[in-house]
């Protein structure tokens, strides 16, 4: 392009093109108590993470969500648009939790740090990830909501406990009720 001093030099335009591959992950499954029972209104949440930091699991990712139906089940559908061929998989952690419920994490895990990763490439589909949620009155358990000064519920709270006999120390995350 030409540019001459004191003249403008119009109409140089650039495209990006749309990008050439386009490829999903189905995530589905069901989700129950205890007694087999559906539970309707679970929310069903999909935590991307970098796949080179899964095992860390502490980077920001995205979120997906979706709730359950009638019967327990759910599915997710997430759909990626690459410039090129992807260079590593893609890492999912998977939880399910409703009121008065224990979350839970994919493989029966109870806390985000613990999770089975789902490893995705393109074009992936997960079926039968499913969960069966604990209540929360069980034995040896101890459960709350963690508000606002506001007093709105304060989900992804981190909530520390340390046993005093062993001294381990677990830790949680708040649902969205802040339980």
Do not use: C, M
């Not at 899964?54 to 997906?64: F, L, M, P, S, T």
Request: zero cysteines; hydrophobic letters at 40%; glycine letters at 8%.
């Amino acid at each position: 392009v030409y540019v001459r001093a004191g003249q403008a030099t119009n109409n140089i335009n650039f495209g990006i093109p749309y990008p050439a591959i386009v490829s999903s992950v189905i995530i589905s499954g069901r989700v129950t108590d205890d007694d087999g029972v559906p539970l309707e209104n679970a929310h069903v949440k999909v935590h991307q993470v970098h796949p080179l930091h899964a095992q860390v699991r502490h980077e920001k990712g995205n979120i997906y969500s979706v709730w359950t139906n009638s019967d327990g089940y759910y599915k997710l559908g997430i759909t990626y648009h690459w410039f090129t061929l992807p260079h590593h998989p893609l890492a999912f952690i998977v939880s399910a939790q409703k009121r008065g419920y224990k979350i839970e994490f994919y493989e029966e895990k109870p806390a985000h740090y613990l999770a089975d990763i789902l490893w995705a490439y393109t074009d992936t589909v997960f079926t039968d990830i499913n969960f069966t949620l604990d209540p929360f009155n069980l034995p040896n358990s101890i459960s709350g909501t963690i508000t606002s000064e506001f007093g709105q519920p304060l989900a992804n709270a981190v909530v520390i406990g340390a046993n005093a006999s062993t001294g381990e120390i677990v830790f949680d995350f708040t649902n969205n009720f802040g339980e």
